[in-house]
């Protein structure tokens, strides 16, 4: 292949540099910002300033983490210029593909874990053709790759779990054994202590350790730090634990608050330094052997590439527009937010929604954790248990509804020592050039403060654990799926070259174009009409101004999934119907989440005023009933037909339309009621109740005597009566829903309304 190839490789590499910087950033924002956006101590705008300029100082810091990219997988002497250029191929490509495939679910993964293992498959993969073309053994793949180093890095990444969890519930139980939940009403003198310890564990490890390599501190202060490290960190401890106070006194100043604010610009810092090296160090590396290459005159099937072993500073300049992509996709990736939200979710203090369902080893191992603290209660005497519990009990306060979804997800002592933690363990990695998961780190950090809080208690542990297992099965998954992908990618660009990596580039193009299309689109598809707002009102009179909305949602629903099911059933289609299926399940389940929500609500409603809960409670069993029979319908449909059993016959289906036909008038004006909240129009609706019933059962009797005289088929049989007697009921539960408006409702009473 010509210069000119190269040439564009380099530029797709930069290219493909730029967009992995964009999704690599989408992944790992939850890493700096979950702790602050979680404790809400700080404005969202002002967190983002604060993570911006962390980031652009993290940069600068990173050249030294390069070195990974160039030699630490691999043994680049053993490989030619073009063997290298295919594998920094195979490796961003496949980096983007699997980066925005997990943005796209909204799961945290490792970046790093993902470039090590991309890095060692591609590299891999190279290496076994190369030792197929000489004859040789298996054996001799421990010469092309760096065995020793990438046992490290991977081991490292894997202890990092272990090390995280374990540290930061260590950490987190003594400062809540010394703070409690009434970390407010404490002596000044420990929150400045408090302060002082945190502030001087992140100055010392990122302002020393991080940034060394900038030059930023004269060489005197580098060696004093050095020589005297135990005065250096009480020194600091002192002047910051004095300072604490001052402001803590004098300015009334939350000293939790700044060490949020301090250590979210610490831990963006971090990430920058550590991470870098996964989104542009291959895109270098590339372009300096691309300039070695070229300077050498050499064929590229011939230039030796040991010249990659040699330690090389990355020009400032790269690393600062590198750090500007990086700022600028913080602040307009919608993607990086529900990543945020699921870590978010799953170390929250309260009880609530669960994202996840539990499983058979979460229960397994919360059943066994039950058991273990049982036993260790037994041995404990129960004057500590009691003056251990006291500090864990969290103050109860009364919090109005409309205010419930503001307040944070856990307490600014919790999110002080996730960032306290994470920041100090990301750093020290650093400054041993080990490309540490700062996912791992932030995400196992952020679980072990949870667990030592208490957050997982009776009611969410299964559902806590299950989520934590699913994300941990997603790392294992990048390893995987980055080692087998770039493995691939690697051979087709070997055996294919300039054909191989258009199409591979015009393929991820076009798969990247889809999942932004497909998220897009599925944003825009969650609207108002498609999901269920919880109660907030304490009346009665509240309750049915609130849940009208609701009511015509689900009825417009409740039309369009019972229509879907007839017409799936007359064509016989069965992706249809498969669709079907899923709204029936996809209704259920928020109707299921509103039956969820009822304890908080009954518990915030006013003692005058409880007489709403039972109203509200009414609604939910007609709206589950519904839910129930719709589901029921769905589901027997789509098995019918995925079962390849006959079609219904002609007469059937004209029946079910007629069926259909009548219904559909009775969910329109029931729609139209509660849109409008004409409620004195229920009684003409209700006064159909007998010729409906009558419809039904006429239909009924004639399938009888069909089955009695003509009817061949068991399973149509079936599935006919099947439809009739759910649609009975759910003719019968959406009349009583309306009789239930239709005696409570008093339009003489205005509505309590509730703050949007």
Do not use: C
Not at 541 to 549: K, L, Y
Not at 666 to 689: C, G, P, Y
Request: a neutral charge; aromatic letters at 10%.
């Amino acid at each position: 292949m010509g210069e000119n190839i190269y040439i564009f490789m380099v530029v797709a590499l930069g290219i493909l540099a730029i967009t992995d910087l964009v999704v690599g950033v989408s992944n790992d924002a939850v890493n700096f910002l979950n702790s602050a956006i979680g404790s809400k101590a700080i404005s969202f705008k002002t967190i983002m300033i604060i993570a911006s300029i962390g980031i652009a100082f993290g940069a600068m810091s990173s050249s030294g983490m390069m070195e990974v990219a160039r030699k630490g997988i691999f043994n680049p002497g053993e490989f030619v210029f073009e063997e290298i250029m295919f594998v920094f191929m195979a490796v961003m490509i496949t980096d983007i593909l699997l980066l925005d495939f997990f943005n796209t679910l909204g799961m945290p993964t490792s970046t790093t874990v993902s470039i090590v293992f991309e890095l060692l498959g591609a590299s891999v993969a190279i290496s076994l053709v190369k030792i197929i073309d000489i004859n040789g053994t298996f054996s001799d793949l421990g010469a092309y790759i760096n065995t020793d180093k990438a046992a490290e890095i991977i081991f490292g990444i894997l202890l990092s779990v272990f090390i995280a969890f374990t540290i930061g519930a260590v950490v987190q139980f003594i400062s809540r054994m010394l703070i409690s939940f009434d970390y407010k009403d404490k002596s000044k003198w420990v929150e400045s202590i408090f302060g002082g310890l945190a502030i001087s564990a992140i100055i010392y490890f990122i302002l020393i350790k991080g940034l060394k390599s900038t030059d930023l501190f004269d060489d005197s202060v580098t060696e004093f730090v050095a020589t005297q490290t135990e005065l250096f960190i009480l020194g600091n401890i002192v002047i910051w634990t004095l300072l604490s106070w001052v402001v803590a006194n004098l300015f009334r100043w939350n000293i939790y608050r700044v060490v949020i604010a301090f250590g979210t610009f610490a831990l963006a810092m971090a990430f920058a330094g550590n991470d870098l090296v996964n989104f542009i160090g291959v895109p270098i590396a590339a372009l300096q052997s691309f300039q070695d290459w070229q300077a050498s005159g050499i064929a590229p099937a011939e230039f030796n590439m040991g010249g990659l072993a040699a330690a090389v500073q990355t020009p400032t300049l790269l690393l600062l527009l590198a750090g500007g992509i990086m700022v600028i996709t913080l602040w307009f990736s919608s993607k990086a937010k529900s990543v945020v939200k699921t870590s978010v979710d799953l170390s929250r203090q309260d009880e609530g929604d669960e994202r996840f369902q539990p499983n058979y080893l979460s229960r397994q191992i919360v059943k066994f954790s039950i058991a273990a603290f049982e036993n260790l209660s037994k041995v404990i005497p129960p004057s500590i248990q009691k003056r251990v519990d006291k500090q864990f009990t969290v103050p109860y306060s009364y919090i109005p509804k409309s205010k419930l979804q503001d307040m944070p997800a856990f307490d600014m002592v919790r999110a002080s020592v996730n960032l306290m933690v994470a920041s100090v363990l990301i750093s020290i990695a650093t400054s041993m050039k080990l490309p540490l998961s700062t996912t791992y780190v932030t995400f196992m950090v952020a679980m072990g403060t949870s667990l030592a809080d208490r957050a997982w208690g009776a009611e969410s542990a299964v559902y806590r654990v299950a989520g934590v297992l699913n994300v941990i099965g997603g790392w294992f998954f990048t390893a995987l799926s980055a080692f087998v992908a770039a493995a691939l990618i690697a051979y087709l660009l070997h055996l294919g070259k300039l054909v191989a990596l258009i199409l591979l580039l015009i393929s991820a193009a076009a798969i990247l174009l889809r999942n932004y299309m497909s998220h897009n689109k599925k944003t825009k598809v969650i609207k108002a009409e498609d999901s269920l707002r919880r109660a907030e009102s304490s009346s009665i009179q509240g309750v049915i101004e609130e849940s009208a909305n609701n009511i015509a949602n689900v009825i417009k629903r409740t039309n369009r999934i019972y229509t879907n099911a007839i017409n799936g059933l007359a064509r016989h289609d069965l992706e249809m119907l498969r669709k079907n299926r899923k709204q029936g399940a996809k209704l259920s389940s928020e109707i299921e989440d509103l039956r969820n929500h009822l304890f908080f609500f009954i518990k915030n409603l006013d003692e005058s005023n409880v007489r709403a809960s039972s109203f509200y409670l009414n609604t939910l069993d007609n709206l589950t009933d519904m839910a129930q029979s719709l589901e029921y319908i769905a589901k027997v449909g789509h098995k019918h037909v995925q079962n390849n059993h006959k079609k219904l016959k002609y007469t059937q289906i004209k029946e079910l339309k007629e069926l259909d036909n009548k219904l559909e008038s009775l969910f329109v004006n029931t729609q139209q009621i509660f849109e409008k909240r004409s409620f004195e129009d229920i009684q003409k609706v209700l006064a159909t109740r007998q010729e409906l019933f009558k419809l039904v059962s006429d239909k009924i009797e004639r399938q009888i005597s069909r089955t009695r005289t003509e009817e061949s088929s068991p399973k149509n049989t079936t599935l006919y009566f099947s439809l009739l007697t759910e649609s009975k009921d759910l003719i019968k539960v959406i009349l009583d829903l309306l009789e239930l408006y239709f005696v409570e409702h008093d339009s003489s009473v205005e509505p309590a309304r509730v703050n949007p």
